[in-house]
């Protein structure tokens, strides 16, 4: 059983920086492949961001890829979204996501637990 915690969401101009994080409880998280989705108002929810269990490798949507940067830290069981250079277009409820049967997590069936989500609000 895996329980996520996020934080770190709020407003912020467009070509602004926010860091999201994500603390989990229970005793196998270093076994889980860990991800960020998110979703837009009226929108399905969609793959952000993925770290291997290990941390060794992570993999982002197209739309993200070079301004935002998916961390891990095994130790202390938390997960970080660095998102630089946001857009409005990136407004939208952010979920830390678990997977424990996946090297990688990119699919909403994928995923065995779900965090609570972080408002994140770029505005132009």
């Known amino acids: 059983q895996v329980q996520l915690v996020e934080s770190g969401g709020g407003l912020v101009q467009a070509g602004g920086s926010l860091r999201l994080s994500c603390a989990a409880s229970?005793?196998?998280?270093?076994?889980?492949?860990m991800g960020w989705f998110r979703q837009a108002p009226g929108a399905e929810r969609e793959f952000v961001a993925t770290?291997?269990?290990?941390?060794?490798?992570?993999d982002y949507a197209d739309s993200v890829k070079g301004r935002f940067t998916i961390s891990r830290d095994n130790a202390k069981k938390t997960v970080n979204l660095q998102m630089n250079t946001l857009k409005p277009e990136d407004t939208a409820v952010y979920y830390c996501?678990?997977?424990?049967?996946?090297?990688?997590?990119?699919?909403?069936?994928?995923?065995?637990?779900w965090g609570q989500g972080t408002q994140v609000t770029v505005s132009s």
């Open positions: 996501a678990a997977a424990n049967s996946v090297y990688y997590l990119t699919a909403v069936r994928r995923v065995n637990y």
């Open positions: 229970g005793r196998t998280f270093s076994s889980y492949a």
């Open positions: 770290i291997s269990a290990s941390g060794g490798s992570t």
